[in-house]
């Protein structure tokens, strides 16, 4: 079974500054698909990037990108230029890409991310 | 563009009650999660439907069911509600992509 976790509970960071948040996962697959998904207050769950395994290259969306390393099997969130509105939970997921082996997301335990004004 | 719609938004129930959850997913996916997420807590898979068959199963207790419908729209119902299914329950849809689109939420408490 697949494992998904975030090490840092909580995080805060300055406004206009730069955050990462980490996440590691245990696999045995090669093929999968890496999630990060935000989670404010309102609690709807919104996806802010993607990355799938077999790209080495590093998913880029505006502000938000990630470090991915997958012999490391690391998957970190980097947001440049902080806002107050990126105050949230950050879920890290994974999902497989082979279907035998299940289509549901895995998560991890999340980080809280403050901003600071 | 349409998105993941689950109803109700609230729903109070009394111990021992039945409760039914709605999802409609987005137009063209392919598959639907539920998810329950308690206070606190990183979401917990319940139960999946990939083209209206169910196709991966979670923490779900034996009190809860799911099925999705022809139409695609799914339904979670909960029977012998107990104070601990108390939580957030949401429903997810993806498609070729598989990055899953969540629903607001249904927002369950057991009093």
């Known amino acids: 079974a697949q494992t998904v976790t975030q090490s840092q509970p909580e995080m805060s960071v300055q406004e206009a500054e730069t955050v990462t948040l980490s996440c590691t996962y245990d696999?045995?697959?090669?093929?999968?698909?890496l999630f990060w998904y935000k989670q404010p207050p309102s609690r709807q769950m919104i996806l802010v990037i993607r990355?799938?395994?077999?790209?080495?290259q590093n998913a880029t969306e505006n502000r938000f990108s990630v470090n991915f390393q997958k012999a490391a099997k690391s998957f970190s969130l980097k947001i440049s230029d902080s806002q107050l509105g990126d105050a949230a939970m950050y879920f890290c997921?994974?999902?497989?890409?082979?279907?035998?082996?299940?289509?549901?997301?895995?998560f991890g335990g999340g980080t809280r991310l403050m901003v600071k004004p | 563009a349409a998105g993941v719609i689950q109803s109700p938004r609230h729903l109070i129930k009394e111990k021992r009650e039945t409760a039914t959850l709605k999802c409609y997913p987005i137009?063209?996916?392919?598959?639907v999660y539920w998810y329950q997420q308690g206070p606190g807590q990183d979401p917990q898979f319940l139960i999946s439907?990939?083209?209206?068959?169910?196709?991966d199963k979670g923490s779900i207790p034996d009190r809860f069911s799911a099925q999705q419908f022809s139409d695609y729209h799914s339904e979670l119902n909960m029977s012998s509600l107990e104070l601990g299914d108390s939580a957030l329950y949401f429903c997810?849809?993806?498609?070729?992509?598989?990055?899953?689109?969540f629903g607001q939420g249904t927002r369950l408490t057991v009093v």
């Open positions: 997810a849809s993806s498609g070729f992509g598989r990055e899953a689109f």
């Open positions: 696999t045995s697959e090669s093929d999968y698909y």
């Open positions: 990355q799938e395994a077999y790209k080495q």
């Open positions: 997921a994974y999902r497989s890409m082979n279907n035998n082996a299940g289509n549901m997301l895995t």
């Open positions: 137009p063209r996916h392919d598959t």
């Open positions: 439907f990939y083209e209206k068959m169910q196709s």
